[in-house]
C-alpha cells in the first residue's frame, strides 16, 4: 500500500556511526510490539501455571515421571537460543559489503538457530510418544493432561516464531547488517520461548500434588 | 510496505488504490475502524433483539409459546455474550481506537497496519463462527454467559451439543483479534506519536483505550486459558473442570476437576473486562465535556492517573463476583476492601467531570446530553456497585433482579450512552456530515428515560426478592401482582428503545448522504484529529507535513484565547499551554 523503503536507504554506513546502525523507527516498533507479545504471552503461560497448580491440589492428582525426551529438548532449545544470539552479534559487526566468510558465519548461525527450534518441537514429539508408550493418555490424569496441554501450547508459540525466523532469514541472507535487527528480535523471541519451557519443565518436575496442597492451603 | 508507511513522516496518500483495497482489504485504521463498528452494530442488534425476546416472555408468560424454557437460556447467554464482548469490546477498542489513537497522537496510520487488517477479519470470523450456532442442531448454548461447568457442557444445558463448542471457538478467535490490535494500539501509542505529543499531552480518550488496551492484553489470555481447557474437557475427555458426576441418570467419565478454578479464571478475565469497557467511556466521555462545555478538563493529571489505578485495582477484584460461590473470610474481606477502594479513582473522575462542568459554558449538544446522561447512570451503577461489594449485602442480593439492575446501569447503559455520544461527536470527522440534530434528540431522549424505566424498577424488583434467570414466575407467593405490572411496564419500554436505536442507524445511514456538510471542525475542538488537512482525512492522515504539537488538548475558554479554543498544533504564541507545561520542558519537546 505505501513506498517501500529500500533497507539500504535507510541504514547509515556504519563508517559514519562509528558502531551498529541506529535502530530505525521500523525497528523500535517491532521491538516494543514483541515485547507487549511477551507480556500477553507472559501472562498466557502464567495463568496456566496458576491453573495447574490449583488443579494438582485436588484429591486426584499424581506426579508426573517426565520422559528423558524432555532433557534433549532443553538443550536443543537453549542451543538454538546461543545461535541466534551469536547470529544477531556477529550481523551486528558485519559491514554493508559483507565479506564471504561473514555471510557463511551468520548464515550458518540462522540456519542452525531455526533447525534447533525444529528439531526440539520433533523432540517434543517423541515425548509425547513416550508418554503415550507409558500409558499416560490426555485425559488419564490432570498432570498429563496439563503436560500435553502446556507442551502443545509452548509448541504452537515457537511455531510461529518460526515464520518469523524464516521471514528473519529471507531478509538479512544477503545483507546481515541491514536485518541485524531483525535477528536480534528473533534472539530476543527465543531466549524468550526458552525461559518458558525452563519455567514449564521446572513446574512438570517439581510441583508435586504435595507442594500444590501447600501452596493452596489444603495441606 | 506497509510498515513503513505509519513511521515515516513523509509517506503519504499518493497509491492508486482499487475499490477493494481500499474498502475491503484495507490497511488504513479509519476503513479498518468503520469496519469494526459496522460489524459490532450488526451483530449488537441482535443482541438488543434477543434481549427483547427475553422480556417479551418475562412481561407477557406464556403468550409467546415459542419462547420456551431452552430458548430463554439461549437468547439470555448470546445476549450477554455479544453485548460484553462482540459489541462492546470490538466498538470500543477495534472501533474507537482504531479510528481515534493514530489522528490523535499524529500519526499517519498504525504501526503495523498489515496486522490491523488482520484484526478485523479474524474478529469476523469470530462472529460468523458464533452466528453459525444459532443454526446447528441443538442451537446455541444456553449455559449463562459466564459459561459455568460443569453444567455448561453436560446433557439438559441446551445447547451442549454444538452450540457451546462453537461458543468457545469463537471467543479463542475473538482474543486472538484482540490480541493483534491490542498489540498495534499499545506500539502506536508508545512508538508513533509526533512531535511534541509527550504523553502527558495525549488527550484522555487515547489514555482510556490505551490503558483498556493493556488491560485487554493481560485479562483475555484467562479467558483463552478457561476456553481451552473448557473446550478440552467437553471434546476430548478432559478433567479440568469437571468433577465426578451422575449426569441424566449417567455415571459422566469426569473425575477430580475443580468448577471453582473455572470461576477463578473466568473473573480475572471477567472483571477487568468491566473497565475494558469503561476505561475508554471515562475518556471520551472527558473529551465530550471539555468540549461542548468549552473548558478545560478539570485535573488532568488527575485523571489520568486515575485510569492507571483503576486499571491496576480492576485485576485485583474478581473474586467479589464468587462470594456465593463460597470462600475463606479474610479472602471475601480482602477482595471486598480492593473493590471498594476503586471507588476512590473513580470518584476522583466524577468530581473531576462535576468540576469541569461547573461554570462552563455548555452547548446541549447531543452529545453533551449523552455525556451528562451518562454521569448519572455511572454513579447510579456504581453506587450500587458499593451495595454489591459488601459480602453481607452481595449474599442475598446476588441472585435476584438488583444484580440485573447494576450490571445493566454501570456496563451496560452507561458505556452505550459514551458511544452513542461518541458517534454523534465524530461522525462529523468520519463522513465530513453532522448527523441529524432533531432524529438524535429523539434518540437521546428515549434512550436515556427509557433505559431508566428498564432498570430502575429492577433495583426494586431485585430487593422484593425475585430471582434472575427464571424463564418464569407464576407460583411464588413472595412475588406481588404488582411486580408482574412492573415486568409489563420493563417490556414495554425494552421494545420501545429497542425501536428508537433504529431510528438512529437510520440516521447514520441517511446523514451520510443528505446530512449538513460538517467541516472540518465543527465542535470547534483543540484536539488533533480535527486539525486534518481533509475531512474526511484520507489515508496517510497528514498530507505532506507532520503536525507538531504544543500544547495540551484542552485549551479551551479562559485558557483558549480570543477564538475560544487553540488547536494543539497552532504556534506556540497562540498560548494557550497546559498548566504544567514545565513538566515538559528539557525533552526536546516544543513548549
Not at chain 1, 503461560?45 to 524432555?70: I, T
Not at chain 2, 487515547?206 to 484467562?222: E, N, Q, S
Not at chain 2, 478457561?226 to 459422566?252: E, N
Not at chain 2, 478454578?261 to 472527558?286: C, D, N, R, T
Request: one cysteine or more.
Amino acid at each position: 500500500m505505501s513506498a517501500v523503503i529500500p533497507a539500504a536507504a535507510t541504514l547509515p554506513p556504519r563508517a559514519a556511526t562509528g558502531g551498529p546502525p541506529p535502530r530505525t523507527p521500523r525497528g523500535r516498533a517491532a521491538s516494543i510490539g514483541l515485547w507487549v507479545f511477551m507480556g500477553v504471552a507472559s501472562s498466557l503461560f502464567s495463568l496456566f501455571a496458576w491453573a495447574y497448580v490449583m488443579r494438582m491440589s485436588e484429591g486426584d492428582a499424581v506426579r508426573l515421571d517426565l520422559p528423558p525426551q524432555l532433557l534433549l529438548s532443553t538443550s536443543l532449545l537453549l542451543a538454538g537460543s546461543v545461535a541466534l544470539g551469536l547470529a544477531r552479534s556477529v550481523a551486528q559487526e558485519c559491514p554493508l559489503a559483507p565479506s564471504a566468510s561473514d555471510l557463511a558465519r551468520v548464515r550458518r548461525l540462522l540456519v542452525a538457530g531455526g533447525l534447533c527450534a525444529m528439531a526440539f518441537l520433533g523432540s517434543q514429539l517423541w515425548a509425547w510418544q513416550a508418554m503415550l508408550s507409558a500409558q499416560v493418555l490426555l485425559a488419564s490424569h490432570p498432570a498429563g493432561s496439563f503436560f500435553y496441554l502446556l507442551t502443545a501450547m509452548h509448541g504452537l508459540h515457537l511455531a510461529g516464531g518460526l515464520v518469523g525466523w524464516a521471514w528473519t532469514a529471507s531478509v538479512a541472507w544477503r545483507q546481515p547488517a541491514a536485518g541485524a535487527w531483525r535477528i536480534g528480535l528473533c534472539a530476543r523471541y527465543w531466549h524468550f520461548m526458552l525461559a518458558v519451557w525452563l519455567a514449564i519443565y521446572a513446574l512438570l518436575r517439581w510441583m508435586t500434588p504435595e507442594a500444590a496442597r501447600f501452596i493452596c492451603g489444603v495441606a | 510496505m506497509a510498515h513503513d508507511h505509519a513511521l515515516d513522516p513523509h509517506a503519504h496518500d499518493a497509491h492508486p488504490q482499487s475499490f477493494w483495497t481500499r474498502y475491503v482489504w484495507s490497511q488504513d485504521h479509519k476503513v479498518i475502524a468503520v469496519q469494526y463498528a459496522c460489524t459490532a452494530i450488526a451483530v449488537g442488534v441482535v443482541g438488543v433483539l434477543l434481549s427483547n425476546l427475553m422480556r417479551l416472555q418475562l412481561g407477557f408468560p406464556g403468550v409467546f409459546e415459542f419462547i420456551t424454557p431452552e430458548r430463554y437460556y439461549q437468547f439470555i447467554t448470546m445476549h450477554g455474550m455479544i453485548m460484553v464482548i462482540y459489541l462492546l469490546t470490538a466498538l470500543f477498542l477495534g472501533g474507537f481506537g482504531n479510528y481515534m489513537i493514530p489522528l490523535m497522537v499524529g500519526a499517519r496510520d498504525m504501526v503495523f497496519p498489515y496486522m490491523n487488517m488482520l484484526s478485523f477479519w479474524v474478529y469476523l470470523l469470530s462472529v460468523v463462527v458464533l452466528m453459525a450456532s444459532f443454526f446447528v442442531e441443538g442451537g446455541p448454548t444456553g449455559a449463562g454467559w459466564t459459561l459455568y461447568p460443569p453444567q455448561s457442557i453436560l446433557p439438559g444445558t441446551p445447547g451442549y451439543g454444538h452450540g457451546i463448542v462453537l461458543m468457545l471457538v469463537s471467543l479463542l478467535i475473538f482474543i486472538v483479534a484482540t490480541t493483534m490490535g491490542g498489540l498495534n494500539y499499545v506500539t502506536t501509542v508508545l512508538q508513533a506519536r509526533c512531535e511534541g505529543m509527550t504523553l502527558m499531552r495525549m488527550p484522555l480518550t487515547v489514555w482510556g483505550i490505551f490503558i483498556a488496551t493493556i488491560l485487554a492484553l493481560i485479562g483475555f489470555p484467562a479467558l483463552f486459558v478457561s476456553g481451552v481447557m473448557l473446550l478440552l474437557d467437553r471434546t476430548l475427555g478432559t478433567s479440568f473442570f469437571m468433577p465426578a458426576l451422575v449426569s441424566m441418570g449417567q455415571v459422566t467419565g469426569y473425575r477430580g476437576g475443580s468448577p471453582l478454578l473455572f470461576q477463578h479464571l473466568f473473573w480475572f478475565f471477567g472483571h477487568p473486562e468491566v473497565y475494558i469497557v469503561a476505561l475508554p467511556a471515562f475518556g471520551i466521555v472527558s473529551d465530550l465535556i471539555s468540549v461542548h462545555a468549552r473548558k478545560s478538563i478539570f485535573g488532568y493529571r488527575m485523571m489520568v492517573w486515575a485510569i492507571v489505578v483503576i486499571g491496576l485495582l480492576s485485576v485485583v477484584v474478581w473474586a467479589h463476583h464468587m462470594f456465593v460461590a463460597g470462600m475463606n473470610p479474610w479472602f471475601a474481606f480482602f477482595f471486598a476492601t480492593t473493590t471498594l477502594i476503586i471507588a476512590v479513582p473513580t470518584a476522583i473522575k466524577v468530581y473531576n467531570w462535576a468540576l469541569t462542568l461547573w461554570r462552563g459554558d455548555i452547548h446541549l449538544t447531543v452529545p453533551m446530553l449523552f455525556a451528562i446522561a451518562f454521569l448519572c447512570t455511572f454513579v447510579i451503577g456504581g453506587l450500587t456497585g458499593l451495595f454489591l461489594g459488601n459480602v453481607s449485602v452481595d449474599i442475598p442480593l446476588s441472585g435476584t433482579y438488583f444484580v440485573v439492575a447494576h450490571f445493566h446501569m454501570v456496563m451496560g447503559v452507561a458505556p452505550l450512552l459514551v458511544i452513542f455520544g461518541g458517534i454523534y461527536h465524530w461522525y462529523p470527522k468520519v463522513t465530513g456530515r453532522m448527523l441529524d440534530d432533531r432524529l438524535g434528540h429523539i434518540h437521546f431522549w428515549v434512550t436515556f428515560v427509557g433505559t431508566y424505566l428498564i432498570f430502575f424498577p429492577m433495583h426494586y424488583l431485585g430487593v422484593l426478592g425475585m430471582p434472575r434467570r427464571y424463564h418464569h414466575f407464576e407460583g411464588y407467593a413472595f412475588i406481588p401482582p404488582s411486580a408482574h405490572m412492573l415486568n409489563e411496564l420493563i417490556t414495554v419500554m425494552a421494545l420501545t428503545v429497542a425501536t428508537v436505536q433504529f431510528l438512529f442507524i437510520f440516521n447514520l445511514a441517511w446523514s451520510l448522504r443528505h446530512g449538513r456538510v460538517a467541516g472540518p471542525n465543527p465542535w470547534r475542538a483543540a484536539s488533533l484529529e480535527w486539525q486534518t488537512p481533509q475531512t474526511p482525512p484520507v489515508h496517510g492522515n497528514w498530507g505532506e507535513q507532520m503536525p507538531v504539537v504544543y500544547r495540551w488538548a484542552y485549551a479551551y475558554g479562559a485558557n483558549g484565547g480570543p477564538d475560544d479554543f487553540i488547536a494543539q498544533n497552532a504556534p506556540p504564541e497562540a498560548g494557550g499551554i497546559e498548566p504544567d507545561h514545565r513538566a515538559h520542558a528539557g525533552r526536546g519537546v516544543p513548549a
